[in-house]
């Protein structure tokens, strides 16, 4: 797929990180899980749809044998804010009890999604539940959720690409920009 066409979209000054940033900083928490999770067994959970390419790459960077399972969940919310109150869509195709569990995401936002799945997660008797997420928003700081791995700490304002979608579309974007105004009307 031309990239240059889909990314047409998305005005040069406003890409956010470039491709090559994601990747390296993935590997630099590719090397911290892989220290932390040295002789254990490590069960990687991706949360559908969004946090399928950081998955994907940072699966591949770890020198080590994963699995990898997903969950899909629903927030029911008004608008663009979560509520916290969620629904499982699709959920685990594996019995995690005993098991050393990362919850890998995209971006954790108000957090109330992933605070809701932690202590679903919890309640099945893993382990160990950690999380690692490649973007974090202001708002998440402040949550009572521990992040154990984050990639970038970023502002506060929409952001598309590498899994992250505004109304399904700009998933495939290989660098990850906030969207034009002009994409919204
Ligand atoms: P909370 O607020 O519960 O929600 O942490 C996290 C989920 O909200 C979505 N989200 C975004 N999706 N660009 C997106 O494409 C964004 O800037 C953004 N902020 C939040 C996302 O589904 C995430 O899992
Ligand atoms: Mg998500």
Redesign the pocket.
Known sequence: MDQTHVAGEIEADQVLLTEKQVLDRLGEMAAQIEADYEGKDLLLVG?LK?AVMVMADLARSLNRHVEMDWMAVS?YGSG???S?VVRILKDLDTDIKDRHVLVV???????????WLITNLKSRGPASVEIATLLR?P??VTMDVDVTYVGFDIPN????GYG???DEKYRNLRCIGTLSPHVYS
């Open positions: 949360v969004g927030s663009t804010k979560s916290g995401e995209d971006i954790i936002d108000t957090g109330l999604t992933l605070s928003k708002e998440a304002a929409f952001v598309v992250l979608d505004y």
